[in-house]
């Protein structure tokens, strides 16, 4: 039976440490005509809040930091009605934040000075006190990437190169800008290509990392054999903390947690202008699938039929 695969991208699909869906296809730049190898790195978007929530576990295990610390104690210059926001409130979506729609001075392509779209941040109040609700924020991993900043006293960037994606031999991946980086895809809309959003600061934490789908493949080990976390850590990031409010799902620390295509799943999302990406973990399976490509008109959890399509 043929399997889906996207006109520009990379689809993985595994069962247990069997390979069995390995796909690559199209241009990764359409004006130089370079095509896409397993070696190029796409934006893989919001699935970036799950290094975002591993570093904050990590600063967590090492007694750097505690996630019932409220934001206004990590972060200087954050408005008093963020008090009872806490970095749990942050990981899980509920701390009242809203998410860029909410926020229509910001422009997601940016730059912005890190200090100015704070302020941005607090114009808007929050939509409902901390624990009162569920509303996908990715401000509120804006400034979970921020606290990482503070408390570690290093670049986030350098801090997720160094503790995350080193200690797991994701050598293909990295964080921020892709200007001058070799084996990056250019993301694009209608087969042309478009500019990248700012990763640098606006979207820091949020959607700013960069992978090959072997990278992402074995990110997912993190919730799958326990890599890099203790086993504790590993069970708050996978545990159904907040309701989404969609059927039998919830939110854990960067992971959806819920059915996917009729099975139990870690799974997330990621939407970036010019790029989509998708993963996910089946337990019960044992079978990860990866999604990236750098065309905007691929719907990435259409790719899920590749789960019964082989």
Request: net charge negative.
């Amino acid at each position: 039976m043929s399997t889906p695969s996207p006109e520009r991208g990379v689809l993985l699909l595994a069962r247990g440490d069997e390979l069995l869906v390995d796909r690559v296809a199209g241009v990764a730049d359409e004006t130089s005509g370079r095509r896409c190898t397993p070696a190029t790195r796409f934006q893989i978007a919001s699935i970036s809040k799950q290094m975002a929530a591993v570093a904050v576990l990590l600063l967590a295990e090492r007694g750097a930091l505690s996630l019932s610390d409220p934001v206004v104690r990590r972060l200087p210059g954050t408005p008093p009605q963020w008090s009872g926001i806490t970095l749990h409130h942050l990981l899980t979506h509920t701390s009242g934040l809203g998410h860029w729609v909410d926020y229509p001075a910001i422009d997601l392509h940016g730059p912005a000075e890190p200090d100015e779209l704070l302020d941005r941040f607090a114009a808007l109040p929050p939509l409902f006190p901390p624990g009162a609700g569920w509303h996908y924020s990715s401000p509120g991993y804006v400034l979970l990437a921020r606290t990482v900043e503070q408390v570690a006293d290093r670049p986030y960037a350098e801090f997720l190169a160094g503790e995350v994606f080193a200690p797991l031999g994701m050598a293909g991946s990295f964080a921020g800008s892709g200007e001058g980086r070799p084996d990056v895809a250019t993301g694009h809309e209608g087969g042309r290509p478009v500019p990248s959003w700012d990763l640098a600061t606006v979207s820091m934490g949020a959607g700013d990392v960069w992978c090959t789908g072997a990278d992402l493949l074995t990110w997912l080990d993190v919730p799958r054999r326990g890599r890099l976390l203790a086993r504790a850590s590993v069970a708050a990031m996978t545990a159904p903390h907040a309701p989404t409010g969609r059927p039998d799902e919830a939110y854990g620390y960067g992971f959806f947690v819920g059915p996917l295509a009729g099975r139990r799943a870690l799974h997330h999302s990621g939407d970036n202008g010019g790029y989509k990406a998708f993963a996910a973990w089946l337990p019960d399976s044992d079978e990860r699938l990866v999604l990236l490509t750098n065309q905007a008109e691929v719907d990435p959890v259409a790719v899920t039929s590749v789960l019964d399509a082989v």
